[in-house]
């Protein structure tokens, strides 16, 4: 399973942001995608997730505010994106996109975006 992540920049604080991935490769054994972020001097820290059915899960810092969402219609691509309404200063992070699988290797991870809130 190959990740892209892109979407990542500088917004205002109030504004918006959409975060894209695309999952490639065996795409038919990823259970679920999720975004994780990591900001600096910190550990990382998920963000959001869904199931391959659509079943979401927010960390409490961005219930009401960031919503996650897939299209996994497609055979030969698994998109997720991550939509960033009224970020804050303190979500300031590089933002990762994870995908948990079935077989030898559970999870994988794609280069990371940064996303920089400005106040």
């Known amino acids: 399973v190959q990740l892209q992540a892109s979407g990542g920049g500088l917004v205002q604080a109030g504004g918006s942001l959409r975060l894209s991935c695309a999952a490639s490769?065996?795409?038919?054994?990823?259970?679920?995608m999720g975004w994780y972020r990591q900001a600096p001097g910190k550990q990382r820290e998920l963000v959001a997730t869904?199931?391959?059915?659509?079943?979401?899960?927010?960390?409490n810092f961005v219930k009401g505010r960031f919503t996650i969402s897939r299209d996994n219609a497609k055979n030969t691509v698994y998109l997720v994106w991550l939509q960033m309404n009224s970020p804050k200063p303190e979500d300031t992070a590089v933002y990762y996109c994870?995908?948990?699988?079935?077989?030898?290797?559970?999870?994988?991870w794609g280069h990371g975006t940064q996303v920089t809130v400005s106040s």
């Open positions: 994870n995908a948990n699988a079935d077989g030898p290797i559970r999870t994988y």
């Open positions: 490769g065996s795409i038919s054994r990823i259970n679920v």
């Open positions: 869904i199931t391959r059915s659509g079943s979401t899960a927010y960390a």
